[in-house]
């Protein structure tokens, strides 16, 4: 099983018993770096908090070992999105429309002053399922497919 595979089978895994739980799945990340890591990202409306993250890494590691879904050795990661969270499904876009978003695109845009990264109003989604932004005063549809990155813009 690829490394996709795995997160959306960990996802479709842990998303029912996270909801009750009353805990939002938000990503999974199944990544190697030193050694293979399965980082699952939460959230809850007032925030999660260490017990939370605790809870969950119980909960998710039970059902991962039941599910027998990896087969290399992981290690498991329960955090926080944090406050610059990358957005990233359609009900990200649609949950903080209206939030300043710090874009990175592939390759330059005409339409932002030939750069490939800015920050922009997000607008949400349109019918289509693209990303609108507006930028300077101007509404922009974006095809996924450009955009490399989206995060909450965050700042001090």
């Not at 499904?89 to 903080?96: A, E, G, N, P, V």
């Not at 592939?106 to 109003?121: R, S």
Request: glycine share 8%; proline share 2%.
């Amino acid at each position: 099983m690829g490394r996709k595979e795995i997160e959306l089978e960990a996802e479709r895994l842990l998303e029912p018993a996270l909801k009750q739980l009353g805990i939002e799945l938000i990503d999974v990340e199944y990544v190697r770096e030193r050694n293979w890591i399965l980082r699952v990202f939460i959230d809850k409306e007032d925030g999660v908090d260490l017990n939370d993250c605790q809870q969950i890494s119980e909960k998710a590691g039970e059902l991962l070992d039941e599910a027998d879904l990896i087969s290399a050795n992981y290690m498991l990661e329960v955090s926080s999105p944090g406050l610059d969270r990358v957005l990233k499904k359609d009900k990200d876009f649609l949950r903080y429309a209206g939030e300043e978003v710090d874009v990175k695109l592939f390759a330059p845009l005409e339409e932002v002053g030939g750069v490939k990264a800015f920050t922009a109003v997000l607008d949400g989604l349109s019918d289509d399922g693209q990303i609108r932004l507006i930028f300077q005063d101007k509404t922009i549809t974006l095809g996924k497919d450009k955009i490399s990155q989206i995060r909450i813009h965050f700042s001090f």
